[in-house]
């Protein structure tokens, strides 16, 4: 069965301090990778994504990630925070299984303190 | 401002009652998805429909029915409403069913009492 972890519900970090938000998936056929963003009380939208090509993604914001196909991880970081940068983030994988489907992982809440 | 729009944004609602949530995109994207959100357990998708006038079952499709009669709308509706459905409703399209990113509604919080 396919699945998506991300291993930290909560990181706190200082500003601007580096962080890294972890996120491992299972799954037995190709997968596309993203990660979403969701500040408080708002829809989620897409910080990054890979679909195909180099392994380092960046996206907005100053956030990149790195797909590693032989750990199946997909990890995102950011050099140094902001205090704005306080929101959940999310891993997701998209994949065929007879139809395309969308796989979240639980959420990763990231503090950013002054 | 192009997206999606969601209504209502929050809402109360006695157990055994019947609610509907709309959904309205005016991006012209083939498909759509409903997904609810729970604390601890990410998004979980109820119900998608690739393309108008189709439709199909997600991850958590009980108790839930959506319609797909054009492009831009795609409501859900509780037929009966219990207190596990009490969430955050988002929905959510895509340009195609394929590898596209999802756009998402800035949600429906529910209350089932």
């Known amino acids: 069965a396919q699945s998506v972890t991300q291993l930290d519900s909560q990181v706190p970090v200082f500003e601007e301090a580096p962080v890294e938000l972890r996120c491992n998936y299972s799954s037995s056929v190709s997968v596309y990778l993203f990660w979403y963003v969701q500040y408080p009380n708002q829809g989620l939208q897409l910080l990054l994504k890979y679909l195909s090509g180099s392994t380092l993604v960046k996206g907005i914001n100053g956030f990149e990630a790195e797909f590693n196909k032989s750990q199946t991880s997909f990890h995102l970081r950011k050099p140094s925070v902001h205090i704005s940068d306080t929101a959940e983030y999310f891993c997701a994988v998209r994949l065929y299984t007879g139809g395309f489907k969308t796989i979240f992982g639980a959420g990763t809440r990231l503090f950013v303190k002054a | 401002i192009a997206g999606i729009t969601q209504a209502p944004t929050s809402q109360i609602l006695a157990a055994g009652r019947r609610m509907t949530l709309r959904c309205t995109q005016d991006m012209r994207h083939n498909a759509m998805y409903w997904y609810r959100q729970d604390l601890g357990l990410g998004l979980r998708l109820i119900h998608y429909?690739?393309?108008?006038?189709?439709?199909g079952k997600g991850e958590v499709p009980d108790g839930y029915s959506v319609s797909r009669a054009n492009t831009d709308d795609f409501p859900l509706t509780l037929a009966s409403a219990v207190p596990s459905q009490t969430s955050v409703y988002f929905c959510a399209s895509s340009r195609t069913s394929d590898i596209g990113e999802l756009f998402f509604g800035e949600g429906s919080r529910l209350t089932v009492l």
């Open positions: 429909s690739n393309t108008a006038g189709t439709t």
